[in-house]
Nanobody, 112 residues
Framework: QVQLVESGGGSVQAGGSLRLSCVASGSFSSLGTMSWYRQAPGKEREFVAH???????YYADSVKGRFTISRDNAKNMVALKMNSVKPEDTADYYC??????WGQGTQVAVCS
């Protein structure tokens, strides 16, 4: 069982940067692949990025080159560094473990 808690959300100006963090707790041997998803009002949840246990990353085209996902296995933490944010990035951001366990989300609002 894994509990995930996101933090770091807030309002940010377009073109600015924001760093989201997700810390896992509970009883588990490995978090496996960790992912970030987001959901804007009225839209379905969409994939943002993931990172494997050995550090391989993959990004959605919409954020590629702007966002960076990272993890610290010793701290059971995954982060999402958001650079050059756009108003379209406004959404609730969720982290997941193995696309099975989910956090409650943290809100990101990008102002033009």
């Amino acid at each position: 069982q894994v509990q995930l808690v996101e933090s770091g959300g807030g309002s940010v100006q377009a073109g600015g940067s924001l760093r989201l963090s997700c810390v896992a707790s509970g009883s588990f041997s490995s978090l496996g692949t960790m992912s970030w998803y987001r959901q804007a009002p009225g839209k379905e949840r969409e994939f943002v990025a993931h990172i494997t246990t050995d550090g391989r990353t993959y990004y959605a085209d919409s954020v590629k080159g702007r966002f960076t996902i990272s993890r610290d296995n010793a701290k059971n933490m995954v982060a999402l560094k958001m650079n050059s944010v756009k108003p379209e990035d406004t959404a609730d951001y969720y982290c997941s473990s193995r696309a099975l366990y989910w956090g409650q989300g943290t809100q990101v609002a990008v102002c033009s």
